[in-house]
């Protein structure tokens, strides 16, 4: 399945609480999440490669996975 960041999201992986987050991690989450996502969902618990933790919301659309924002712990 095709992954959509948005540039929200992109912008976020820029501030200092999701440093160390790159966008193959949010791929890697996103291609993970079982199922069809018919509303924006927080999904909890993903781990990038350098070991942060993060969440994300996501959504299905016609073009494939949309991910609408990160949020690093």
């Not at 959509?4 to 987050?21: F, Y």
């Not at 193959?24 to 618990?45: E, Q």
Request: positive net charge; aromatic residues 6%.
């Amino acid at each position: 399945m095709k992954v959509i960041i948005t540039d929200h999201a992109r912008k976020r992986l820029k501030d200092m609480r999701q440093e160390k987050i790159t966008v193959a991690d949010i791929v890697c989450a996103a291609n993970g999440l079982p199922g069809r996502i018919p509303t924006a969902t927080r999904f909890r618990g993903f781990f990038a490669k350098s070991g942060r933790v993060f969440d994300l919301v996501a959504k299905d659309i016609p073009g494939g996975r949309l991910v609408i924002t990160i949020i690093g712990k």
